[in-house]
């Protein structure tokens, strides 16, 4: 099973800030990560997806990196819609895997 | 519009069996995988299963082989978890999710909640 594990567990920010999360599985994954952003009582939402690609009607201010075992998501200014809980995924097999996820809170 | 409709949660003594259902419309449902992804109270997203187009093959996290079952019905385009021996820790908000081999997860329905309680 591949492991997923996110870093940090807990972020506070203040809107207009840069922020990055970090992903790393416990073996390479190639490209095969997305990211997810959920609000409380919502269902996730699809943010990047190949690990570099934005979903459609995402933000340009998300991006994605990385590849192998490392990655990392990127908020570029902090909009007050944007503190959530971030979710990785890898989806190198069929055997699926998400990280503990990110919650970033306002500072 | 993709849609996907869950239902079929509830209250579960432990031991006991629910059979939950995914009602999807706006896209050609036998085209996809399909999944089911679930969330305990308060804590992160589980993946459970992933179905293949015809329901040719099946992939579970290992804490529900042998207890759960991913099946899909294309003619009504249904996406199912049959679920026996549930256990406390299976207590959480199922998902159902489209799942795009290429792109991952881009559709999720609203969840339905199980509870397994005595």
């Known amino acids: 099973d591949i492991q997923m594990t996110q870093s940090p567990s807990t972020l506070s920010a203040s809107v207009g800030d840069r922020v990055t999360i970090t992903c790393r599985a416990s073996?390479?994954?190639?490209?095969?990560l997305a990211w997810y952003q959920q609000k409380p009582g919502k269902a996730p939402k699809l943010l990047i997806y190949k690990a570099s690609s934005l979903e459609s009607g995402v933000p340009s201010r998300f991006s994605g990196s990385g590849s192998g075992t490392e990655f990392t998501l990127t908020i570029s200014s902090l909009q007050p819609d944007d503190f959530a809980t971030y979710y990785c995924?890898?989806?190198?097999?069929?055997?699926?895997?998400f990280g503990q996820g990110t919650k970033l809170e306002i500072k | 519009e993709v849609q996907l409709v869950e239902s079929g949660g509830g209250l579960v003594q432990p031991g006991g069996s629910l059979r939950l259902s995914c009602a999807a419309s706006?896209?050609?449902?036998?085209?996809?995988?399909m999944s089911w992804v679930r969330q305990a109270p308060g804590k992160g997203l589980e993946w459970v299963a992933n179905i293949k187009q015809d329901g040719s093959e099946k992939y579970y996290v290992d804490s529900v082989k042998g207890r759960f079952t991913i099946s899909r019905d294309n003619a009504k385009n249904s996406l199912y978890l049959q679920m026996n021996s549930l256990r406390a820790e299976d207590t959480a908000v199922y998902y159902c999710?489209?799942?795009?081999?290429?792109?991952?997860?881009?559709?999720w329905g609203q969840g339905t909640l199980v509870t397994v309680s005595s």
């Open positions: 995924q890898q989806y190198n097999s069929y055997w699926d895997s």
């Open positions: 999710a489209r799942y795009d081999i290429l792109t991952g997860m881009g559709y």
């Open positions: 073996q390479s994954i190639s490209s095969w």
């Open positions: 706006g896209f050609t449902f036998s085209s996809y995988w």
